[in-house]
C-alpha cells in the first residue's frame, strides 16, 4: 500500500472521531420544596390534635383517621407552581378496620378526595379488601383512578398487610399527563405494585400535602391507625450543559515508503459507535473536520496524477 492510501485513511479516521465526540450535558436534577424526617416537629396543620399528632419518641407522624369527621392534617404551604413533581413518604399501617382508609394525598386548600385538584394514595379496607388506590381529580373535576385489583388494571391483584412499612412514589410527567404510583416494601426494596393514571388534563393548583377524610362520608367508628415519615416533595431541575474537556491530541504514527508488487486491498473501517441523549458536535467541529477529509482527498489525487 502506498504512502498516501495510509495517510489519507488515517487523517479519515481522525476526522471522524473528531466528529463524534458529543458535548457532554447533565442528566438533571430534583429540587426539594419540602421535606421532613419528623426529626423535629414539623408544625402540621390539623383541626383533630388528639388522633393527629408528631411524636417526639418515634420521630414519626401518627394518624387516626375516621370517616364522615372530616378529620385533616397537612403540611405548611409548598411552593409549587405547575409542571412535573414527585412525592413520595413511608407508611405503617397498625390499623384498618372495615369500611375505613388511610389517604395521603397533594392537593389544594379543599383536600376533599372528591373535589380538585388532588392526587391522592390510598390504603383501603372494603369490598376488594386491602388494597391500594391512585386516586386523582383534575383541574376540571375529571376523576381517574385505579386500584391494585385485577378488576381495575391490567395486572394481579395485590394487597398490603398491616404492621409492615410500605415506601410511595408518586411521579407527574407533565409531558404526558401522566401519573405513576409505586409501592415497595421499606424493609426489603421489594416492588409491591405500580400502575399509572393518564389525566389527560395539566394537573395544577395544588400546593399542600395532607391526610385525612375530608369527602369520606362512609360509617363512623371505623378507623384507619398508623404511622408516617420522611415525607418529601421534589420538581425537576432542567439539564444544564457542561464545557467539555480539552484533550490532547494523539499524534499520527509515521511510516517509511516500501514498495511492494503484492495486491492492495481497501481498509475496512469500523464505525465509531455514537452515545444517545447527547449534544453534537458544534458546527465549526464539522466543518473544520470535513476539511481535514478534503485535504487527504486531494493528495491522494494528486499522487494518482503523478
Known amino acids: ?87 413520595e413518604y413511608d407508611v405503617l399501617l397498625e390499623q384498618v378496620d372495615e369500611g375505613a382508609s388511610f389517604r395521603l394525598g397533594f392537593s389544594g386548600k379543599e383536600m376533599n378526595r372528591n373535589k380538585g385538584p388532588n392526587v391522592v394514595t390510598e390504603f383501603t379496607n372494603a369490598k376488594y379488601g386491602q388494597i391500594m388506590w391512585l386516586h386523582i381529580v383534575t383541574p376540571s373535576a375529571k376523576l381517574e383512578e385505579v386500584n391494585s385489583d385485577t378488576t381495575s388494571y391490567k395486572g394481579p391483584s395485590v394487597k398490603y398487610a398491616v404492621n409492615t412499612t410500605y415506601h410511595v412514589n408518586v411521579g407527574y410527567n407533565a409531558d404526558t399527563d401522566v401519573v405513576t404510583e409505586t409501592v415497595t ?92 441523549k447527547q449534544s453534537p458536535a458544534s458546527g465549526m467541529t464539522a466543518i473544520a473536520a470535513l476539511g481535514i477529509v478534503g485535504i487527504g482527498a486531494v493528495v491522494m489525487m494528486m499522487q494518482k496524477k503523478r
Open 185 to 276: 416494601n421499606k424493609a426489603t426494596g421489594e416492588q409491591v405494585w405500580s400502575y399509572y393514571v393518564a389525566t389527560q388534563d395539566s394537573l395544577s393548583g395544588m400546593n399542600r400535602i395532607s391526610i385525612g377524610s375530608v369527602g369520606d362520608y362512609g360509617t363512623t367508628s371505623k378507623y384507619a391507625i398508623g404511622w408516617i415519615d420522611n415525607v418529601r416533595f421534589m420538581i425537576p431541575v432542567p439539564a444544564t450543559l457542561t464545557t467539555p474537556t480539552t484533550q490532547s491530541a494523539t499524534p499520527l504514527p509515521t511510516y517509511s515508503i516500501r514498495p511492494t508488487t503484492k495486491a492492495t486491498t481497501a481498509a475496512v473501517l469500523t464505525p465509531i459507535p455514537t452515545t444517545t
Open 1 to 87: 500500500m502506498k504512502h498516501p492510501r495510509i495517510f489519507f485513511i488515517l487523517t479519515l479516521v481522525a476526522a471522524l472521531i473528531f466528529l463524534t465526540c458529543p458535548i457532554q450535558a447533565d442528566t438533571g436534577t430534583q429540587k426539594v420544596l419540602y421535606e421532613t424526617t419528623f426529626v423535629t416537629n414539623p408544625q402540621w396543620t390539623t383541626n383533630n390534635p388528639s388522633s393527629d399528632y408528631w411524636d417526639q419518641s418515634k420521630e414519626m407522624y401518627h394518624f387516626r383517621i375516621e370517616p364522615s369527621t372530616g378529620n385533616y392534617a397537612y403540611t405548611p404551604t409548598i411552593n409549587y407552581e405547575g409542571g412535573s413533581f414527585t412525592f
